[in-house]
């Protein structure tokens, strides 16, 4: 008799569980750790409800293609810059130029990584379950300075051999990037109510312009 009352109670949960899914906007199913009338996404894999566990698979689909997304966005960016030092081996015309833009790049990525608290680092757009917004050092100037030192640094890989595939490929990585850059903003804005404010205060990639 107990166990037949514990399943009835568990399935009045999951349902009620289901129920509250079913409503919740998107980008609440996918912000790891939010708790909506008392359900709580742990980790964008289960859910839990006063002590019960949901997989509730036909909502998490849409966790499932943003992880995806994110997953896709970063194997295209390494797999092009992978393609970009592969042309340097067709030969080099403009060596010194190639260095000195692709040390620049260097520099910036290493102020970025400097500034960065402790365990907020992600090589993935994805926003950490406790990830704080970073607004000093760099960060008080362009919302993605890493971005930029990728595109610097591969801006210098383009420059060192000018062919035309590799032109081509460096365009395939802006474009990359961009998506991969608007696909992170959106999460902030979700994430916080900071970055609204942060955004109205500073330029993407280059300082005071964009």
């Known amino acids: 008799m107990a166990n037949l009352l514990f399943l009835i109670q568990?399935?009045?949960?999951l349902a009620r569980l289901n129920k509250i899914l079913a409503t919740m906007p998107l980008h609440k199913l996918w912000t790891a750790g939010?708790?909506?009338e008392g359900a709580r996404l742990e980790r964008g894999?289960?859910?839990t409800y006063r002590g019960f566990e949901s997989h509730a698979v036909h909502h998490f689909k849409y966790v499932i293609i943003f992880s995806m997304k994110s997953k896709i966005l970063v194997f295209l960016q390494f797999f092009i810059i992978f393609l970009l030092f592969i042309t340097l081996s067709s030969g080099i015309v403009y060596f010194w130029s190639a260095l000195i833009i692709f040390t620049i790049g260097v520099i910036i990525g290493i102020k970025a990584i400097?500034?960065?608290k402790e365990g907020n680092f992600n090589i993935r757009p994805d926003i950490k379950e406790e990830c704080e917004l970073v607004t000093d050092g760099i960060y008080a100037?362009?919302?993605h300075p890493m971005y930029l030192s990728v595109i610097v640094?591969?801006?210098g890989v383009m420059l060192a051999t000018l062919s035309l595939y590799g032109v081509l490929l460096y365009i395939l990585l802006l474009i990359v990037m961009s998506v991969k850059l608007t696909y992170e903003e959106s999460l902030w804005c979700h994430h916080t109510k900071e970055y609204e404010e942060y955004k109205k205060k500073t330029k993407r990639l280059i300082p005071f312009l964009f």
Not at 10 to 13: D, I
């Open 10 to 13: 568990k399935r009045n949960v």
């Open 34 to 36: 939010r708790v909506v």
């Open 45 to 47: 894999c289960r859910v």
């Open 114 to 116: 400097r500034t960065h």
């Open 141 to 143: 100037y362009i919302r």
């Open 153 to 155: 640094m591969m801006f």
